[in-house]
């Protein structure tokens, strides 16, 4: 049975003593891709129109990490504990080489995988995140995160959408693809959100060797942002492209932070040519 964004069915495999969830579906038999997701999202907060664009020509395997929604165990708080529990999710499922996605902080994550995984990890992709002890001063997201919104959906709006008509039809209509209609994930518990946010503040303590650990991360690397990402300042997508050695910055206009969902056909275009090359 061929399964798609909608239907595959969640699954469960064991590692490091915690039982994550899974969602495992398009083409088989190359590199599959594994996704991190961004700041309190579960596997339903992916746009099926990247997963399915990109399970056309991949397998694409979505997951939560350790106490994240449906995952067992507690969320911890330093991703680079996240990406050491996501190393140990991808050996549990026997692959032997996967490409990585992440998304805001699913990105520092997808960081800490190519830097704990090695071998394990092909190619890397970046969406809208940076660099450890990068600058936020600049960014809106605790004013974001913390207002109200009706209906509460419309959060997303603030965080991956920008404020021209343009953006925010984009925006309504991602919001319309990513309702999943069955076996639905919980959302997140109030101990994954604490934690995240702890991993967050430890993620932009000052350092001035920051920077150093980018060199160590030797995979082709394929940055992706918006070009004005209210949640982390766009500046920093330049600065990762400057500092890793094999990595390209793709910039898409009139953007914001979720810049894969407002032109989803152009990135899944992008990053298939950037993972056969």
């Known amino acids: 049975m061929t399964y798609t964004h909608d239907t595959a069915p969640t699954q469960y495999v064991e590692a490091n003593g915690i039982r994550f969830a899974y969602r495992r579906f398009g083409k088989a038999g190359g590199v599959?891709?594994?996704?991190?997701?961004?700041?309190v999202g579960t596997m339903d907060y992916w746009d099926p129109a990247v997963t399915d664009g990109l399970a056309q020509t991949r397998e694409v395997?979505?997951?939560n990490n350790a106490g994240v929604s449906s995952s067992s165990g507690e969320t911890p708080t330093s991703f680079q504990e996240m990406g050491a529990n996501a190393v140990a999710f991808i050996r549990a499922l026997?692959?032997?080489?996967?490409?990585?996605?992440g998304i805001s902080i699913g990105g520092f994550i997808a960081q800490e995988i190519a830097l704990q995984g090695g071998n394990l990890v092909r190619k890397v992709i970046l969406v809208g995140t940076g660099h450890r002890s990068q600058d936020m001063s600049q960014s809106r997201s605790a004013e974001i995160f913390s207002g109200s919104y009706d209906p509460p959906e419309h959060l997303?709006?603030?965080?991956?959408?920008?404020?021209?008509?343009?953006?925010?039809?984009a925006g309504?209509?991602?919001?319309?693809?990513?309702l999943r209609r069955q076996d639905r994930d919980p959302e997140v518990s109030e101990q994954t959100i604490a934690a995240q946010g702890e991993a967050i503040g430890k993620w932009h303590v000052p350092d001035d060797n920051a920077l150093e650990y980018l060199k160590s991360i030797g995979q082709p690397v394929l940055v992706v942002q918006g070009s004005n990402d209210v949640i982390i300042p766009t500046r920093h997508s330049f600065t990762l492209q400057q500092n890793l050695p094999n990595a390209q910055l793709i910039v898409y206009p009139d953007s914001n932070h979720g810049s894969i969902y407002q032109y989803p056909q152009t990135f899944v275009a992008n990053a298939t040519t950037f993972l056969d090359a």
């Open 61 to 63: 395997i979505l997951f």
């Open 32 to 39: 599959p891709i594994v996704f991190n997701q961004h700041y």
């Open 172 to 178: 309504l209509a991602f919001l319309e693809r990513k």
């Open 94 to 101: 026997g692959l032997a080489q996967v490409d990585v996605l």
């Open 156 to 169: 997303w709006l603030s965080v991956h959408f920008a404020p021209s008509d343009a953006s925010q039809k």
